[in-house]
């Protein structure tokens, strides 16, 4: 089947109706564009369950709180739609701003205390802002499952939970991260960093696996396994750690004694690109979630 590209909810609406009647699964996967292997995977995960595959393709604005990071945001629809095409996606949804926002909502979804960790401090009404996207676009694909990158996983754990709490029958399915040789996260905004930063870009990961280590090895303090994991990152130009947390993975919340599993995750500042990653981590004999 072509692949088809639309711009339109009624006629993402009309397209999907026939292949939901035709009794066809309808696999989902959201995205901001400027595609790269992680998305991939999530195409991928979706192609092997589902019947049908729609990729969204719409640079959100109201979950940019800088300007500059909006205008900055890489858009590539050609090579996406090309990279669609090459795996077997057959939908992409691309609107304007101004069909998913004809006017400023003012009913948005808060997410409670799911964002006060994390990104969310750093990054006032960000997650409010996906969780309205993403309750806007499921409803409009009514996708059976929905695909989400761990990379990003304070946002797959509101996902999840806003789906749970709001009764959506969509199936949300977490892919773990596809990393690059040397193990930075692939990322959309990878693509801003300079040659010269991109190999400062690593210092998160292997702050990230200093805290793992830590953990493994008994340690339960997690002040001291992010002090020492933080410890990691160089002291460089241009380089800042914004922030390293342990959290539980379904609250979000801080936690102090490390006797359980765990998500140790961070933001690194290179330059002016600003990048997350996260690990799953827990204490000697105890599996990971
Ligand atoms: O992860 C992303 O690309 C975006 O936050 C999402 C989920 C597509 C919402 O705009």
Known sequence: MPLDLLTSIASVRARLDAVRV?????????????????????????????????????????????????????????????????????????????????????????????????????????????????????DIVEPHRAYFGEKDYQQLTIIRTLIGDLNIRTAIIGVPTLREADGLAMSSRNRLLSAAERPLATALYLALGEANRLILSGVTDSERVAREAAARVPARPGLRLEYLEIVDPATLQPVTRIDRPVRVAGALWVGTTRLIDNVASAPPDVATQ
Do not use: W
């Open 22 to 138: 035709a009794g066809t699964t309808v696999g989902f996967v959201p995205t901001m564009g400027a595609l790269h292997g992680g998305h991939g995977k999530l195409i991928e995960a979706a192609r092997r369950d589902c019947g049908s595959v729609v990729v969204s393709i719409f640079v959100n604005p109201l979950q940019f709180d800088r300007e500059d990071d909006l205008r900055k945001y890489p858009r590539t629809l050609d090579t996406d739609r090309d990279m669609c095409e090459r795996l077997g996606v057959n939908v992409i949804f691309a609107p304007t701003v101004e069909e998913i926002y004809p006017t400023p909502p003012s009913c948005t979804i808060s997410v409670g205390h799911l964002a006060d960790h994390l990104c969310g401090p750093r990054r006032p009404g960000h997650f409010e802002s996906i969780a309205t996207i993403v309750t806007k676009l499921v």
